[in-house]
């Protein structure tokens, strides 16, 4: 007779990890991306004021999640929690729609371009901006499995856009009136909206953004999922031979 399995047995030392080597290499570029855009800003900027940015922010936040992923993927382990590769995916298409959709838009009233971006700073501004959400997206939609996303996570999420808005307002107000981007966004900027203005524009982006935030949570439940070829050999799950 077989022994039975001990309670303690790890369940790892039953079922063996399944790697994910494609996955893992390509979450590692995208963690590379986003890294290479931040240090190139942190080069030819002000380091001390680019990480004030939400694009820095966001960008390193996912860098950490999408190199922490790779490891894992790559070594079997446990996939992350979908509240925070969740919200980290949340966060970067916020930068990337903000950007393209108002930002670098000049009918949007909130137009920070002065020309096209050049040299070094294009190379940046397109990792940070198009490289890194696009692929975030991509490798949710076809890398990550569905159903994971709950709808309680909407409103956690919007949390840190809060937190980043109040920090925004307080270092402004902190700052003498002349001071180099004073307020990082126009949208935010206290000295030509009023307080009230900004509160105006933070209403609405908020909204936007649970929405985006919903729909993520609504998209994961009917997405399909594209799982990796399992071993027809040596199959994870008990039975014969597939």
């Known amino acids: ?11 790892s030392a039953v079922v063996p990890p ?6 893992a290499v390509y979450r590692a ?23 004030v ?9 996912l860098a950490l999640v999408l190199g922490w992923s790779a490891v894992r993927a790559w070594t079997g382990g446990p996939p992350l929690s979908p509240r925070l590769t969740g919200g980290a995916l949340l966060f970067i298409l916020i930068t990337g729609l903000v950007y393209h959709l108002v930002l670098a838009n000049e009918s949007s009233g909130f137009s920070m ?7 070094w700073h294009a190379l940046s501004n397109q990792l940070l901006h198009t490289v890194t959400p696009v692929g975030a997206a991509l490798d949710w939609l076809l890398l990550t499995a569905p159903g994971g996303l709950l709808l309680r996570y909407a409103a956690q999420w919007l ?6 808005f109040a920090f925004a307002l307080i270092r402004g107000a902190a700052l003498a009136p002349d001071a180099t981007a004073r307020y990082p966004y126009p949208f935010l900027d206290a000295a030509d909206h009023g307080y ?22 609504a998209l994961d439940r009917v997405r399909p999922y594209l799982p990796a070829r399992e071993n027809r050999i040596s199959p994870t799950s008990a039975g014969g031979l597939k």
Request: glycine share 10%; with cysteine.
């Open 53 to 61: 940015y939400f694009t820095i922010q966001s960008n390193a936040l």
């Open 29 to 51: 570029l995208l963690c590379a991306a986003a890294v290479a855009g931040i240090v190139i800003d942190l080069s030819v900027g002000d380091p001390l004021l680019v990480p």
């Open 113 to 119: 371009t002065g020309g096209p971006p050049s040299g």
């Open 1 to 11: 007779m077989t022994a039975p399995i001990s309670a303690g047995v790890p369940a």
């Open 159 to 164: 949390l840190y856009p809060a937190a980043y």
């Open 196 to 217: 009230a203005g900004v509160a105006t524009n933070a209403l609405v982006l908020g909204l936007i953004f649970y929405a985006l935030a919903l729909a993520l949570v």
């Open 18 to 23: 399944r790697r994910r080597p494609y996955a």
